[in-house]
C-alpha cells in the first residue's frame, strides 16, 4: 500500500471519539460485526485480517487477500494493549509518543505479548470491557481506520 494518504490521527481526536459503548453484545452480534467488517475491508481493497474476541474467547476470525498466520501475534498483541488499557491501542501508541516515551521502552510490558499499534478497538456495555475488534495486515493508521468505518457501519445498522 502507498504511505502518502495515510489517514492520520491526534490525541485529541480519538479521545473526542470516546469510547464504543453498546447496549449488549452477544457472540451472534460479534459474528455480525465481523461480517460488516470484511465487507469494508473487500470494499476498500485492503489486506487485513480481523478478530473479535469477547472476553477471552476468539469468535470471529477472518484474513482476507495477502493475511496469514504471521498477523496472529499482532492480532493478539494488539488486543492485549487495548484491553490492558481500555482504550484503542492506535490511541496508546500516540498517547506514549505524545509523551516523549515510546511504548515500546517501556521495560514493564511483555513486547512479545502487547503491541501498541493501530487497529484494536475495546468495546464496552455498561462500563464494562466485553470484547475487542482488532485488524492486522496494512499501515496501523489504516487497520484502525478500516475497524472505525467497520464498527460506524455496525451501529447504524
Do not use: C, Q
Request: proline share 4%.
Amino acid at each position: 500500500m502507498a504511505t502518502d494518504n495515510l489517514p492520520e490521527f491526534t490525541v485529541e481526536e480519538l479521545v473526542a471519539a470516546g469510547p464504543v459503548e453498546l447496549e449488549h453484545f452477544s457472540y451472534d452480534d460479534a459474528v455480525e460485526l465481523g461480517l460488516i467488517a470484511v465487507d469494508v475491508i473487500k470494499s476498500s481493497g485492503h489486506s487485513l485480517a480481523v478478530d473479535i474476541v469477547i472476553g477471552d474467547d476468539l469468535v470471529f476470525r477472518a484474513k482476507l487477500r495477502n493475511t496469514n498466520k504471521g498477523n496472529d501475534p499482532w492480532l493478539a498483541g494488539k488486543a492485549a494493549v487495548a484491553r490492558k488499557f481500555r482504550e484503542p491501542s492506535l490511541l496508546v501508541k500516540l498517547r506514549h509518543l505524545a509523551d516523549g516515551a515510546p511504548f515500546e521502552e517501556r521495560d514493564d510490558i511483555d513486547h512479545e505479548t502487547h503491541k501498541a499499534h493501530g487497529g484494536s478497538i475495546p468495546l464496552f456495555v455498561g462500563g464494562e470491557l466485553v470484547a475487542t475488534i482488532t485488524m492486522s495486515g496494512e499501515p496501523d493508521v489504516v487497520d484502525h481506520a478500516t475497524n472505525a468505518e467497520a464498527i460506524k457501519r455496525y451501529l447504524a445498522s
